[in-house]
């Protein structure tokens, strides 16, 4: 299942809840109080701002702390070679990346070179990509990128099902990794996958 474009807005939080939350993306740091919580580098178009604020409240429901460049404090007022390397280095501190893989993010050159820094930093077990496509366009028109199919997606359980060790599942958000030694797809509930 490919998101579409306003899926998460039943997930955003209220406006206080979001100036609290922007308010600490804000002053992210390595020493920041929240470090007792998985913390997450979200890559995004800044187009994509509007969506994102869904997805930052279904993470934050769940218990993690995000991390987006387009509300950080710290950024230069300019984009030039500090930029890039505080994105690397909070790359590298925060425990999961996950790309909102938007047609626009796929194109974008910085979204590519942070999940590159992503890839050397996290292996692909702390990296998810979460595909979003066009409102009102079927998954096969979601352009994708080759290279994206060798990473987990999240993706959404509507029906309670079994996993592959006969396990009941319920509905909800999963990192769904297909092993290609067996063929098998494997799924993780997204909150386990976050505290892994």
Same mark, same amino acid.
């Given at each position: 299942?490919?998101?579409? $474009? ?22 992210? @740091? ?8 998985? +913390? ?5 178009? /800044? ?5 994102? $604020? ?12 995000? %991390?987006? =460049? ?12 500090? +930029?890039?390397?505080?994105?690397? =280095? ?11 893989? +938007? ?5 974008? %050159? ?14 692909? $077990? /702390? ?10 366009? %079927? ?7 080759? %290279? ?8 959404? $359980? ?11 599942? +319920? @509905? ?25």
């Amino acid at each position: 299942m490919i998101f579409e $474009r306003g899926y998460f807005d039943n997930h955003l939080v209220n406006e206080s809840e979001i100036k609290k939350s922007l308010d600490s993306i804000r002053n992210f @740091s390595a020493s920041s109080e929240y470090s007792y919580k998985p +913390t997450v580098f979200i890559s995004h178009k /800044h187009e994509d701002l509007k969506d994102l $604020r869904g997805v930052i409240g279904m993470l934050e429901n769940i218990g993690a702390k995000v %991390y987006i =460049d387009s509300m950080d404090n710290k950024m230069p007022n300019e984009t030039n070679g500090d +930029t890039a390397k505080r994105i690397k =280095d909070v790359i590298k501190y925060c425990k999961k990346f996950i790309l909102l893989a +938007t047609d626009k993010a796929i194109e974008s %050159y910085w979204c590519n070179w942070e999940l590159g820094i992503g890839d050397v930093h996290k292996f692909k $077990r /702390h990296i998810a990509i979460l595909p979003m496509k066009e409102k009102g366009t %079927y998954d096969h028109n979601y352009k994708g990128n080759e %290279y994206l199919q060798i990473y987990p997606q999240i993706h959404y $359980r509507d029906t309670s099902s079994y996993n592959l060790w006969g396990e009941y599942i +319920t @509905s909800g958000f999963y990192v769904q990794d297909v092993k290609s030694n067996d063929g098998k797809t494997y799924i993780t509930p997204l909150k386990e996958w976050l505290n892994q």
